[in-house]
């Protein structure tokens, strides 16, 4: 049972519940899975306890890192205590590797090493399927200002590098991964923070030894055991124990 906070906004995979404090939301996730901008559905139960953990590791460390996020800290096994931001309308997509949209998109095989990381942005609109839009149009319609853009490219490129660590470590290739960002006045300044997840939901990662996946393209792609795959991911991070599936699927604790 999701939050008994007043609700302000259901996603394809998580709410958004009112804070406790102001300028403060709840998210929770939840176990399920679309694909293909939603025309593809599912269940995967466990799923939104797996990717609260993992969310939550990967914010802890760019928190500690200095990178702004909107992480607070972890409620319960689904919900995570956030600031409240102002969303900014972009996905914002760093590869290493080719893969998915961009494999097709330019005829790169899939796997094959970029020259060096790339950005790429789409704005977030499912309408619209999320269409990949240039720097110039988005900051002629001002989605994004030229400064807000610069600090976002260099604060994506830092997470990359973490991350791309981070992975390596547990013998894992991140190939790709979406960010997103949002505004907040702190004050008196206007600030970028890292909002919403990072989780095998919104990366693709591969395991080193294998080129076994170890996300969402298990969904896409009908592969099977996708739980397993977040829990592979969580259980290498070492935020799982050894013996437990951290797959506690209805609760709920008071904050
Ligand atoms: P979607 O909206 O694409 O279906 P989700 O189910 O993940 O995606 O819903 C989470 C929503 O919450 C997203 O639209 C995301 O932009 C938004 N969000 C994430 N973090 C914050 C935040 N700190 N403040 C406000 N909105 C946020
Ligand atoms: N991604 C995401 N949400 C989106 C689109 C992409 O999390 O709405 C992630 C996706 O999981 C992958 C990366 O961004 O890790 C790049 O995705 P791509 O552009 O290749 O799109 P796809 O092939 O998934 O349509």
């Not at 995979?13 to 899975?33: C, N, R």
């Not at 437990?244 to 604790?253: K, L, P, R």
């Amino acid at each position: 049972m999701p939050s008994r906070r007043r609700q302000i906004y259901e996603g394809k995979a998580k709410i958004l519940f009112e804070g406790p404090e102001p300028g403060t939301l709840v998210q929770y996730f939840k176990d399920d899975a679309t694909a293909f901008n939603a025309q593809k559905k599912a269940v995967i139960d466990g799923k939104g306890v797996l990717n609260n953990r993992i969310s939550e590791h990967i914010f802890t460390c760019l928190n500690e890192m200095g990178i702004p996020t909107h992480f607070i800290r972890r409620l319960n096994m689904r919900e995570q205590l956030v600031r409240k931001v102002d969303i900014i309308p972009l996905e914002v997509i760093v590869r290493n590797v080719a893969a998915g949209s961009f494999s097709k998109r330019y005829g790169v095989p899939e796997g094959s090493p970029l020259p060096r990381s790339v950005i790429e942005f789409c704005v977030k609109n499912d309408e619209l399927g999320d269409p990949p839009v240039s720097e110039d149009v988005l900051t002629a319609y001002g989605w994004a200002s030229p400064p807000e853009l610069d600090e976002i490219m260099q604060l994506s490129l830092r997470i990359n590098d973490f991350l791309c660590g981070m992975f390596y470590g547990i013998g894992i290739r991140l190939i790709d991964f979406k960010l997103e960002f949002g505004r907040l006045i702190e004050n008196d300044q206007l600030r970028i923070l890292l909002a919403d997840e990072i989780s095998p939901d919104s990366c693709r990662l591969w395991d080193i030894k294998t080129g076994n996946k170890l996300d969402k393209d298990r969904f896409r792609q009908d592969l099977g055991g996708v739980a397993d795959a977040y829990r592979e991911v969580a259980l290498r991070l070492g935020i799982l124990p050894e013996n437990g599936n951290g797959d506690h699927t209805h609760n709920q604790i008071v904050h």
